[in-house]
């Protein structure tokens, strides 16, 4: 059972466009989401977070939104740039009181930014 | 920046052998997580250890073991390798158990034949 969707394999978008990137989640224990993008031959590489208890989160080009109740976030990148060109990856976390919890990933949404 | 680091990049093996992955953390992290990644799948977490002690636990099968070691590097053991264990594997580090942040490296690919 896949409890973090990307239901988009993949998006193509246009350089100096916006790229909106969709995630769900049926966990409603998850506190915590964040965002990898990922290159061939390379590990996911961390790019932007958001708790909970908040519904927006921005850094420079990237900005994620949180709707709790929908279980959705989005990563929107704007202006989408050529090296934007990857994979990227919803995970989530949900806190067991232990400590150094695994993160749970969605299937990726394959992002191609076009000249 | 000092990135995560594992040992071999690649790695073949041929069924019922084992293998040993090396992860080192970022230095002053003190986590280490270990993922395994399937083609065209997303990372499954299998096992993660503070302090060099096991934190949590995914789908690690009972042939795999891990630990961590006194100067926070950790090694994943594999045995009666099977055609399916095939697959990346990632390893992160966090500063600290509760960072949610982790921080990847370039993980080992290993095939078995």
């Known amino acids: 059972d896949q409890q973090v969707k990307q239901n988009s394999p993949s998006l193509s978008v246009q350089e100096g466009r916006i790229s909106i990137l969709n995630c769900d989640y049926t966990n409603s224990m998850f506190d915590y989401f964040l965002w990898y993008k990922k290159y061939p031959a390379e590990g996911p590489t961390f790019l932007i977070s958001i708790s909970s208890i908040k519904d927006k989160n921005e850094d420079g080009r990237f900005t994620v939104f949180l709707n709790k109740s929908a279980k959705h976030l989005s990563l929107h990148i704007v202006p989408s740039q050529p090296g934007d060109s990857a994979v990227y990856f919803c995970?989530?976390?949900?806190?067991?009181?232990?400590?150094?919890?695994?993160?749970?990933f969605g299937k990726g949404t394959h992002l191609i930014i076009q000249p | 920046a000092a990135g995560v680091i594992q040992s071999p990049r690649h790695l073949i093996k041929e069924k019922r052998e084992t293998a040993t992955l090396k992860c080192y953390p970022i230095?002053?992290?003190?986590?280490v997580y270990w993922y395994q990644q399937g083609p065209g799948q997303d990372p499954q977490f299998l096992i993660s250890f503070y302090e060099k002690m096991q934190s949590d636990k995914g789908s690690i099968p009972d042939r795999f073991s891990a630990q961590q070691f006194s100067d926070y590097h950790s090694e994943l053991n594999m045995s009666s390798l099977e055609l399916g264990d095939s697959a990346l594997y990632f390893c992160a580090s966090s500063k600290g158990p509760d960072t949610y942040e982790q921080y990847f490296g370039p993980g080992t690919r290993l095939t078995v034949t």
């Open positions: 995970a989530a976390s949900a806190r067991s009181g232990g400590g150094a919890d695994g993160l749970t």
């Open positions: 230095p002053r992290h003190d986590t």
